[in-house]
């Protein structure tokens, strides 16, 4: 579901002035043998304000890998409910990524709307190896934000 508030439009001229705001959710820490399970997107104004909920993908993994998730893993993402999710989903990694890419231009522009996050800078160890084309966009860790 895609939410819209500041009068902006998914027919809107994307801004560069905008934040892509990426999370994902991994089968593990280690992007040579783990992989993105839930890529999820959100677009704000420089005060924080939510201009557009992208969509919540979670991607489709084989149940073999979703098996080998450590503890941690199988029980964060089992209580979720995010298993369930991966193992009933029909979108393979590649598709994921197109949806997103897709949601960010819209609003953003590649190359000068900066990506932030949490924990970006693991998330973009995943996306070098799984979604090479959202890195288009410029990294900023939520840390370099004034408190």
Known sequence: MMVMSNNI???ATPRSDLLVWIDL?????DPNKERIIEVATLI??????????GPVIAVKQPDSLL???D???Q?????????ARVKASQVETAEAEQQTLA????YAVAGSSPMCGNSIHQDRRFLEREMPALL???TTAISMFPP
Do not use: I, P, R
């Open 25 to 29: 959710e991994m089968t593990g820490l």
């Open 136 to 138: 288009n966009f410029s």
């Open 67 to 69: 098996a080998q998730m």
């Open 71 to 73: 503890d941690w893993n």
């Open 75 to 83: 029980k964060t993402h089992g209580e979720s409910g995010l298993v």
């Open 103 to 106: 949601f960010l231009q819209q």
């Open 44 to 53: 704000t104004d420089a005060d924080l304000n939510v201009v557009a909920e």
């Open 9 to 11: 439009t998914g027919s």
